[in-house]
Nanobody, 126 residues
Framework: QVQLVESGGELVQAGNSARLTCVSS????????MGWFRQAPGKEREFVAA????????YYADYVKGRFTISRDNAKNTVFLQMNSLKHEDTDVYHC???????????????????WGQGTQVTVSS
């Protein structure tokens, strides 16, 4: 069974940066799109960013464009989320996820992702 393990969540001041890391146990990692989502208690899961399996294209929610950058290292089965200019409203639990179908195009729909990490907490103090 594929496991995704996130790390890097922390308490940061508004305006500062944080970098999240997600390591996958999947030996087919390099042919699956990967995404980051966030979810607060009692709220629906929210798309943040996704990256094509080749790493050539990335997709962002409007509220993080220009501030967050998703990247991946297929040799290390790892996906990253660099978060700059953090705002208090970015406080959330961030989950990485694997797109179900290999060799696929971009998607923001969480229903198209079949494997999820346990999440890492990012808290931004104002």
């Amino acid at each position: 069974q594929v496991q995704l393990v996130e790390s890097g969540g922390e308490l940061v001041q508004a305006g500062n940066s944080a970098r999240l890391t997600c390591v996958s146990s999947d030996d087919t990692f390099s042919i699956h799109n990967m995404g980051w989502f966030r979810q607060a208690p009692g709220k629906e899961r929210e798309f943040v960013a996704a990256i094509h399996w080749r790493g050539t294209n990335s997709y962002y929610a409007d509220y993080v464009k220009g501030r967050f950058t998703i990247s991946r290292d297929n040799a290390k089965n790892t996906v990253f989320l660099q978060m700059n200019s953090l705002k208090h409203e970015d406080t959330d639990v961030y989950h990485c996820a694997r797109r179900r179908d290999p060799y696929s195009s971009g998607s923001e729909d969480p229903n198209k992702f079949d494997t999820w990490g346990q999440g890492t907490q990012v808290t931004v103090s104002s």
